[in-house]
């Protein structure tokens, strides 16, 4: 795991070539014909495309029409007489995922199985056959639905007696270089970026919790903890400077922020090792995020803990997460 590049497919003759799972070759490769009907009913069938339509001017049901003028080549048609808007067509896109863009229905399926199997941008482009900077779009996309997933399932760590493991890395951004620029214009300095994670040592393999953070002081680290790791759980961190006013910030000394959350001094034999190797397992994937502006970089972590959690069955799981947000 700790050598896998996230822009280079390991197997370099995909999608010919044997993906660790069948996924593929069962439940996509069938829908990447010419003919775009295998897709269309397959999208239908899991909820992300509409079954039925209604017309929004008599509210009848539509029919579902032939239409060679549209992209997918079907639509839906108003079929009632008095209808001011009798024989107009709407799109069968309408409401779902795919309802603002130009791609195929067959090169968004495609890209979607490609981004769960955490094959990289420059990589799926070429499988997929479409401009790199619609893949950086679509790639943009599916990270909106996991913060999205996120936002409605917030991820909570530890639990009673559970050891969780925090600490703060810093992550270091390229300078950014700019074409035509004179040999002797000065570099600008190397930004840190630091990134706070938590991890729950109870679940295998470790899932945990990151965020970009703007400062490293209590007031921003604390409401993070109180919002990710749940009450009664140990929390073990190698840095204590952030941490031990926890009484103050409350403004209240006999009161702590969260008096169900117990620190335990490192020097005591508590180590964030497992936190140390959660960042490893992330690191190659974190190297993407190098040159991306620091507002990009919280959904690029949002993606890491998405596929944390959901990387057996990552194409399905990811199908149900755009089906709950763009219900039909
Ligand atoms: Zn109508």
Redesign the pocket.
Known sequence: MADHKTDDHPDGNYPCGMMPDNTFQTDVLPLLCENPLPVINWLKQHGLLKHEMH??????R?NWTKHSRSKDGFAWK?Q?RY????K?TATIRTGSFFSKSHVTLQKWVHAIYLWSERVGERTATRHVNISEKTMIDCYSFFREVCSKHFQANPIQLGGLGIIVEIEESCFTQKPKHHRGQAPHTPVPPISPVWVFSITDTSTKPTTGYMEVVQSRDAATLLPIIQAVIQPGSIIYCDEWRAYCNLQDLSGDTNKPVNSSINFVDPHCGAHTRTVESYWNRHKSHIKTMRGCKRDFMNSYLTEFMWHDRYSDNAFENFCKHIALQYPM
């Not at 017309?55 to 009848?60: A, L, M, P, R, Y």
């Not at 209808?83 to 009798?86: D, F, G, N, Q, S």
């Open positions: 017309c929004q001017s008599c509210h009848n539509m108003c009632t209808c001011k808007k009798y107009f």
